[in-house]
Each structure stands twice: as C-alpha cells, then as structure tokens.
Antibody, heavy 126, light 108 residues
Framework: QLQLQESGPGLVKPSETLSLSCTVS??????????WGWIRQPPGKGLEWIGS???????YYNPSLRSRVTISVDTSKYQFSLKLSSVTAADTAVYYC??????????????????WGQGTLVTVSS | DIQMTQSPSSLSASVGDRVTITCQAS??????LNWYQQKPGKAPNLLIY???NLETGVPSRFSGSGSGTDFTFTISSLQPEDVATYYC??????????FGGGTKVEIK
C-alpha cells in the first residue's frame, strides 16, 4: 500500500522560507504514470493546488504562487520537496502531498490525486 | 485560468435524501473533472474520476455526470457517514489544476 508522509517545521516566521518534504513508501516514485503534487488548505477554507513534479524533475506551478514556489524531487531518497519563500500569515495552512496518477486508456485521458499524505499544519507567525 | 464554481457551498439533508452538487467550469474541460470527499481532519479521498467513473471501493450511491462546462455529483441516498465536504477538481490543463470551492454536506 502506497503511503506518503509530510515532514518539516510546523512554525515558520514571516518573510522566511517554508520547507517541507514528502516521503513515498510502498511504491515507486520514478514511474512514468505519476506526478507528485503539493496541495494546501488554509484553516476552514478550501483546497489549493500548489504545484506538481515529474520524476524527471519537470515542474508545474500554480500561477498565483509560481514566483515563490520551488518543488524538487530526489528519487534516490523517495522524496519530493516544497519550498515556499517570503511567507506571510496567508500561507498558514495544512499542506498535503499527493500522488497524481495520469494515463491514457482507449483514447481517454485520466488524471487524479489518488493517494494523499495525512497533511501537516504550517503556521506562519513571529 | 480555468475557474471552477461549485454550488451550493453547504447543504443540509435528511438520511435517505438524494443530494446533488454542481460544478461549473469557466471554459470547456471535456470530461476532465474529478470529485473528492473530505471528512473533518482528514485528507481528501477520490470518489469519482473523469466526471463519471467510480473509484474502486467507493459505494455505488455516489455518482457523477456531465461534460464541457457543467458537471453534477449525486449521492442517491444520503447516509450519516457521508457528512463531509465535497470538492470538484479539473485537470484539463496539467499545468494548472483547480479545485472548486467545496460543498459542506450535513445531516438535517
């Protein structure tokens, strides 16, 4: 059974850089069938896609966060990571990592988040 | 940017009721639409993919339909364990994935 686990500081000071890692276990991080993504959820609010990365290192970012986000992957450690710079209180959220499965089948394209980490709360405060 | 408008934002229904949630895309996304269930304090869970395909292990009372810009998610007979927030999510453009605002479902 695939498992994802977020790790990183739960408290970050304003203007600093938020850094999280996601460790993948029970499956391959290098398969061509998957992207790996970060999604966040401010307290009491909805889900926001932050970005996704392919095992090759190709990245896709939410345009609203692109200037502050870096996602990287280390296949040897079965990890991918998120860095969000110049954080403010608005970046306080539960951050989830997830697997984005994508494939073609009989002419149809499928793409969905099918495995998620449990989420980690990151609070931005001095 | 593709915007996803989900309605209603919340609803209250009785056990056994039929519940319908809609999601509208700001442009044609074919059938590139997924539905997730999120229970309090938990990560989202995939229910429906590609607008109408039921994920393995998901009860058949959940269903989805639609294509283009208008999509519907239905719970045919609401159960107490269905209390959750439901989100649509488009994947028309892998470079930009978008979630709807969510619909909180409660029991009356």
């Amino acid at each position: 059974q695939l498992q994802l686990q977020e790790s990183g500081p739960g408290l970050v000071k304003p203007s600093e850089t938020l850094s999280l890692s996601c460790t993948v276990s029970g499956g391959s991080i290098s398969s061509s069938s998957y992207y790996w993504g970060w999604i966040r959820q401010p307290p009491g609010k909805g889900l926001e896609w932050i970005g996704s990365i392919y095992y090759s290192g190709s990245t896709y970012y939410n345009p609203s966060l692109r200037s502050r986000v870096t996602i990287s992957v280390d296949t040897s450690k079965y990890q991918f990571s998120l860095k969000l710079s110049s954080v403010t209180a608005a970046d306080t959220a539960v951050y989830y990592c997830a697997r984005l499965t994508h494939y073609y089948d009989r002419g149809a394209y499928y793409c969905y988040f099918d495995y998620w980490g449990q989420g980690t709360l990151v609070t931005v405060s001095s | 940017d593709i915007q996803m408008t989900q309605s209603p934002s919340s609803l209250s229904a009785s056990v056994g009721d039929r519940v319908t949630i809609t999601c509208q895309a700001s442009q044609d996304i074919s059938n590139y639409l997924n539905w997730y269930q999120q229970k309090p304090g938990k990560a989202p869970n995939l229910l429906i993919y590609d607008a109408s395909n039921l994920e393995t292990g998901v009860p058949s009372r959940f269903s989805g339909s639609g294509s283009g810009t208008d999509f519907t998610f239905t719970i045919s007979s609401l159960q107490p364990e269905d209390v959750a927030t439901y989100y649509c999510q488009q994947f028309d453009n892998l470079l930009q994935l978008t979630f709807g605002g969510g619909t909180k479902v409660e029991i009356k």
